[in-house]
Every structure is written in structure tokens, then in C-alpha cells.
């Protein structure tokens, strides 16, 4: 069964850190790219970060650049997301998607043509 699987979400003050992953089940994802993803209540679901099949390639949305750090470990089927000074703006559910784009050189955090996402995990950043 293809499964993606988000965990790492929690509780946490401002300027804290969290490491959030995805692990992949029922296929190789190191072929493929994956992309986080967050919403908050009554906001739309948004591109955070991204990572390329190879590793190569990696995007960042303006709002967590210089503070967010996408990784990969293949040999795991698992990719990561280091969440660095947090904001209170920051907390939503997080969830991580592929578009099965193999490109090794290229990803987006543009929404459109992930088709297939985890179930979510939820980030509060609150003091």
C-alpha cells in the first residue's frame, strides 16, 4: 500500500525548533520529489519546501528561507524538514506530498500537480 507518512509535530515556543519527517511505504521515493506543505485555519494550504529526487535541487517559500531545512535520507524512503526559529505564524498542519516528478534537477513548492499527500502533522508554535 503507497503510503506517505508525516510524524515530529508538536508543541513548541517561539524560537524553538522541531524536525519533522516523511516517510515513504509501498514505493521508492528517492526517485521521486517531495514537497511540504502547511495550513493554518482558514488559509489556504501552502508550499513550504521542496526536494528533488537526487537531492539537487531544493526550494524554499520567501516566508521560512533561512530558517527551514529540507533533507533526505534514501536509504531511510524518508525525507526531513528542520523547522528553526519558530514563529507563532508558522504553526498549521504540515503535510508532505509527491507530484512523482523524476526530474533530479528540478522541484516546486507551486501546489499544483502533487497528487498524492500524507495524512499531516500538526506544528503550534505558541508561548
Known amino acids: 500500500q503507497l503510503q506517505l507518512a508525516e510524524s515530529g509535530g508538536g508543541l513548541v515556543q517561539p524560537g524553538g525548533s522541531l524536525r519533522l519527517s516523511c516517510a515513504a511505504s509501498?514505493?521508492?521515493?528517492?526517485?521521486?520529489?517531495i514537497g511540504w506543505f502547511r495550513q493554518a485555519p482558514g488559509k489556504e494550504r501552502e508550499g513550504v519546501s521542496c526536494?528533488?529526487?537526487?537531492?539537487?535541487?531544493?526550494n524554499y517559500a520567501d516566508s521560512v528561507k533561512g530558517r527551514f531545512t529540507i533533507s533526505r535520507d534514501n536509504a531511510k524512503n524518508t525525507v526531513y524538514l528542520q523547522l528553526n526559529s519558530l514563529k507563532p505564524e508558522d504553526t498549521a498542519v504540515y503535510y508532505c506530498a509527491t507530484n512523482w516528478n523524476r526530474d533530479p534537477a528540478f522541484c516546486t513548492v507551486d501546489r499544483g500537480g502533487y497528487a498524492f499527500w500524507g495524512q499531516g502533522t500538526q506544528v503550534t508554535v505558541s508561548s
Open positions: 526536494i528533488s529526487g537526487s537531492g539537487g535541487s531544493r
Open positions: 509501498g514505493f521508492t521515493s528517492d526517485y521521486y520529489a
